[in-house]
């Protein structure tokens, strides 16, 4: 079992930033990406931005394209979502989730954090 556990969401009006972090309990070869997550409200959960723990690739999604990097700290097992330039449209409970590769589809992940609410004020 791995547990994620998330932190770093808030209310931020509009052109403001918040770091996201997500620890994970232990890393396993077999789910070598970690990617966030978004669910607006009433709308389905989404593929933000994902990186391997081995090598760092990474994917970003077009709304949060320059605007959101995602980074990792292998040595304390935690990734990162720096959201820049924040935008109403980016409210939404984001949960991080661990996984074998770069994946959009949320069902291949198969650890879930409990999500963190980010709130952005126009």
């Known amino acids: 079992q791995v547990q994620l556990g998330e932190s770093g969401g808030g209310l931020v009006q509009a052109g403001g930033s918040l770091r996201l972090s997500c620890a994970a309990s232990?890393?396993?070869?077999?789910?070598?990406?970690m990617g966030w997550f978004r669910q607006p409200p009433g709308k389905e959960r989404e593929l933000t931005a994902a990186?391997?723990?081995?090598?760092?690739?990474?994917y970003d999604a077009d709304p949060v394209k320059d605007r959101c990097p995602i980074s990792r700290d292998n040595a304390k097992n935690t990734v990162y979502l720096q959201m820049n330039s924040l935008k109403p449209e980016d409210t939404a409970v984001y949960y991080c989730?661990?996984?074998?590769?770069?994946?959009?589809?949320?069902?291949?992940?198969?650890?879930w954090g409990q999500g963190t609410q980010v709130t952005v004020s126009s």
């Open positions: 989730a661990l996984g074998p590769s770069l994946a959009r589809n949320s069902h291949l992940y198969d650890y």
């Open positions: 232990r890393r396993t070869f077999s789910r070598n990406a």
């Open positions: 990186i391997t723990w081995s090598g760092g690739s990474t």
